[in-house]
């Protein structure tokens, strides 16, 4: 699809103040099927190119400043260039970047995650998010020999053909190579519990896997009695419960949102924080469910049932020393809690601008994760606590309608924000003076929005 030029004035400023990622778009089309890496990387008219970043900043190919609040999709929770990260990093490459054995340092790296995540006595490592949720399935499958996992209606799991039915609707034809049979082992319920029992009732499930930050970290609000229900229904039909949390584990407090709010999973997949915000994963869980990954003495159950994995850079030392020095800064909770309190700042002050500028559209998210819908009525609001926007969940999902959103992100982009999918999740490097800028350039947005009758 090649970029075309349009007669909005905010995409007009756009394709003419970004001459070289114009370039560095039409070069990668070339080269990468629509010159991205990564589906939501998709931009009209074209993605733009990022060279540098540092702190809270970022910097593009035509020379702009923005304040970033996709942070590493949310992997960079000290922000970027963290000084302890880089250096343990660039100690760890002189060292060797891949020894093809075992390395004293991921004992370390375990040895911090089982004492933080309160459901991880045993941990295995893998290369990304989506091997995590993978991993998990499999691992909950063999443990009670059935072949259906439960998952919940728009919760995210990574991109296996497992994980990715049910994000989008299970009888959606927008699932080309995910073969019939693996869907039909999935099987999609809304985020009730009522449904859920009732689908459990069924007796074929091996377990339920959630995002217990709610979908898509926190698109659509998820209460701890819900996934502290959940729990109880689990143990009472018997099943597995996986909490996914590569986004909420390390960031929602230091043992993720099972610690925060005390609800214990059976298994936990991680990713993002707990590599540093270099490539990684990670599942843990139950000493006996995770056991099953243990070579035994005795052939015939290794036959039969050790559960198979492996992969090239599962633990490889680089992610191994930048986890290390990560998870030291956040160990006690003062980064989340700053960081939670400077997003909640940005939330109100979304919200206060919304009123102020007359608006439809409103500001929500928890910990240090904010969502953004612009041009759809909803309730009215105080600009207090925003955790509960009873928002319908069907507009949530939906968010801005295409216009609005487009010209909202690339009019954000020349005030000099980075804005990430709808929202953002932010940084320890997020200060005062930022969250100022954010909301000016907010407030100056939506003035340009409204003077070209965008909104
Ligand atoms: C909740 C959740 N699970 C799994 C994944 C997949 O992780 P990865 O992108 O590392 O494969 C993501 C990625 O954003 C995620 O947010």
Request: aromatic share 6%.
């Amino acid at each position: 699809m090649d970029a075309v030029a349009s007669p909005n004035p905010i995409v007009a400023r756009y394709l003419e103040e970004n001459p070289n990622s114009k370039r560095l778009h039409a070069e990668a089309l070339t080269l990468l099927p629509g010159g991205i890496a990564h589906d939501v990387r998709q931009q009209d008219p074209f993605a733009p190119y990022i060279t540098r970043a540092l702190g809270a900043l970022k910097w593009d190919a035509d020379g702009h400043e923005l304040i970033d609040c996709a942070m590493g999709h949310g992997a960079l929770i000290l922000g970027h260039g963290n000084p302890a990260v880089v250096e343990a990093v660039t100690r760890q490459a002189r060292e060797g970047t891949h020894h093809s054995a075992c390395h004293p340092l991921e004992i370390e790296w375990a040895e911090r995650v089982t004492r933080m995540v309160p459901s991880a006595e045993l941990v295995r490592f893998v290369a990304s998010g989506t091997e995590a949720t993978m991993m998990a399935m499999r691992l909950a499958r063999a443990f009670k020999q059935r072949d259906r996992i439960l998952r919940i209606d728009s919760h995210f799991h990574g991109w296996n053909d497992y994980a990715q039915p049910g994000f989008l609707p299970l009888a959606s034809n927008q699932l080309p190579g995910i073969p019939a049979a693996v869907r039909d082992l999935m099987v999609s319920a809304p985020q009730d519990l009522n449904a859920i029992d009732d689908a459990l009732k069924s007796g074929e499930f091996a377990g339920v896997i959630v995002e217990p930050t709610g979908p898509t970290w926190a698109l659509i609000p998820i209460s701890d009695d819900f996934l502290r229900d959940l729990r109880a229904l689990t143990e009472k039909h018997g099943v597995v419960l996986i909490f996914d949390e590569v986004i909420g584990g390390f960031r929602w407090s230091p043992g993720g949102v099972q610690g925060k709010i005390g609800v214990v999973p059976d298994l936990t997949t991680m990713a993002k924080i707990v590599a540093g915000g270099l490539p990684g994963g990670a599942v843990a869980g139950r000493r006996d469910i995770m056991e099953q990954l243990r070579f035994s003495p005795d052939p015939n159950w290794n036959r039969e049932h050790k559960v198979l994995h492996n992969g090239t850079f599962n633990a490889n030392p680089l992610s191994a020393a930048a986890a290390i020095a990560c998870l030291d800064q956040i160990v006690d909770g003062r980064v989340q809690a700053f960081a939670d309190a400077q997003t909640a700042k940005l939330r109100i002050g979304f919200n206060r601008v919304l009123g102020r500028m007359n608006v439809e559209g409103a500001a929500w998210g928890d910990s240090s994760v904010f969502h953004l819908i612009l041009g759809v009525p909803v309730p009215a609001r105080s600009d207090g606590d925003l955790r509960d926007p009873k928002l319908p969940a069907a507009a949530l999902k939906k968010g801005s309608p295409k216009a609005i959103d487009q010209a909202f992100h690339l009019a954000m982009w020349h005030e000099g924000v980075h804005i990430f999918r709808g929202g953002g999740l932010l940084s320890s490097t997020h200060d005062d003076a930022v969250i100022s800028r954010i909301l000016v350039a907010f407030e100056r947005t939506l003035a340009t929005m409204q003077e070209h009758k965008l909104l």
